[in-house]
């Protein structure tokens, strides 16, 4: 079991930047890739980003490339992600979430591949 929590959300204008971080405590969280969607009203759960167990292969959505960086420190059982340049579209909230790998480059982006989610935090970016 691994127990995922999101924090770093907040109210930030255009143009600016936020962190995000995802605390993982329970089982090994160095073994699991690790993946951020988010979800506006009214629209489904949607890919951000992803990154493999060792941090070596990461994976964006067309929408982020550019602007989010997703990173992890194994040692510290933490997951981040970097937003800058932030527009009103990226207002959601945005969910991290775990998968066990498949093999050492696993960065799933589908969130059925995905085995523990946190619950959230709410990021708003006004225009």
């Known amino acids: 079991q691994v127990q995922l929590v999101e924090s770093g959300g907040g109210l930030v204008q255009a143009g600016g930047s936020l962190r995000l971080s995802c605390a993982a405590s329970?089982?090994?969280?160095?073994?699991?890739?690790m993946g951020w969607f988010r979800q506006a009203p009214g629209k489904e759960r949607e890919f951000v980003a992803a990154i493999s167990w060792s941090g070596g292969r990461t994976l964006y959505a067309d929408s982020v490339k550019g602007r989010l960086t997703i990173s992890r420190d194994n040692a510290n059982n933490t997951m981040y992600l970097q937003m800058n340049s932030l527009k009103p579209e990226d207002t959601a909230v945005y969910y991290c979430?775990?998968?066990?790998?498949?093999?050492?480059?696993?960065?799933?982006?589908?969130?059925?591949?995905?085995?523990?989610w946190g619950q959230g935090t709410q990021v708003t970016v006004s225009s």
């Open positions: 979430a775990a998968a066990r790998p498949l093999n050492n480059n696993y960065a799933p982006l589908a969130s059925y591949e995905y085995n523990y």
């Open positions: 329970g089982r090994t969280f160095s073994s699991y890739a």
